[in-house]
């Protein structure tokens, strides 16, 4: 049985603040890095319910797979099953950063417009502290923010993707001189 000690209060209590620091630190850098695509991402949280779902979808599915290729590939190859295990997640650190904007926007100060990173910070700090609730927050929580942090990142990419193509397929329709069809006599 382990006693409390005041290392393994330590072990726990540096454990937990490098978790926090590590989750906070991701958003600010992609806040910072890719700013309109963050923005999109917040706006993809209007239906929360349907990015985790989405989310939940495209963690697993390549989750499992790659625990599979871990297991079945060859030692040289084993970096394939951590791609399909690790490309999901960070996805998800991409799309949180958005969930981390959109908390930090119902918490509004004065300078957020001449610095919109704070928006980040405040809303990953407390979106972060939710982590720290035993069990609940690393069984439950953080599972559920980064998948529907992946999910909204597949949304944003699939709305920019199609706005692409409309606006490719804009630009090389000729535009239409006259009416589309004959006069009727």
Same mark, same amino acid.
């Given at each position: 049985?382990?006693?409390?000690? $005041?290392?393994?209060?330590?072990?726990?209590?540096?454990?937990?603040? @490098?978790?926090?620091?590590?989750?906070?630190?991701? %958003?600010?850098?992609?806040?910072?890095?890719?700013?309109?695509?963050?923005?999109?991402?917040?706006?993809?949280?209007? +239906?929360?319910?349907?990015?985790?779902?989405?989310?939940?979808?495209?963690?697993?599915? #390549?989750?499992?797979?790659?625990?599979?290729?871990?297991?079945?590939?060859?030692?040289?190859?084993? %970096?394939?099953?951590?791609?399909?295990?690790?490309?999901?997640?960070? @996805?998800?650190?991409?799309?949180?950063? @958005?969930?981390?904007? +959109?908390?930090?926007?119902?918490?509004?100060? &004065?300078?957020?417009?001449?610095?919109? %990173?704070?928006?980040?910070?405040?809303?990953?700090?407390?979106?972060?502290?939710?982590?720290?609730? #035993?069990?609940?927050?690393?069984?439950?929580?953080?599972?559920?923010?980064?998948?529907?942090?992946?999910?909204?990142?597949?949304?944003? %990419?699939?709305? +920019? +993707?199609?706005?692409?193509?409309?606006?490719?397929?804009?630009? $090389?329709?000729? #535009?239409?001189? @006259? #009416?589309?069809?004959?006069?009727? &006599?």
């Amino acid at each position: 049985m382990d006693y409390i000690t $005041t290392a393994n209060v330590l072990l726990w209590f540096l454990l937990a603040l @490098g978790f926090f620091l590590v989750f906070l630190s991701h %958003w600010l850098v992609a806040a910072s890095l890719f700013p309109e695509y963050v923005r999109e991402c917040a706006e993809q949280y209007d +239906r929360p319910l349907v990015v985790t779902l989405i989310g939940l979808l495209a963690l697993v599915v #390549p989750s499992a797979l790659g625990a599979v290729l871990l297991n079945v590939l060859p030692a040289a190859l084993k %970096w394939v099953g951590l791609f399909f295990i690790f490309a999901p997640l960070l @996805g998800g650190l991409l799309g949180t950063a @958005g969930l981390a904007r +959109r908390i930090g926007c119902g918490l509004p100060a &004065p300078g957020d417009r001449a610095q919109p %990173w704070k928006q980040v910070l405040r809303g990953g700090t407390a979106l972060a502290l939710t982590f720290l609730l #035993p069990l609940l927050g690393q069984l439950l929580a953080i599972p559920l923010v980064l998948s529907s942090g992946l999910g909204a990142s597949l949304l944003t %990419w699939s709305a +920019r +993707r199609r706005a692409e193509r409309t606006e490719r397929a804009e630009r $090389t329709e000729p #535009p239409l001189s @006259g #009416p589309a069809f004959p006069a009727a &006599p």
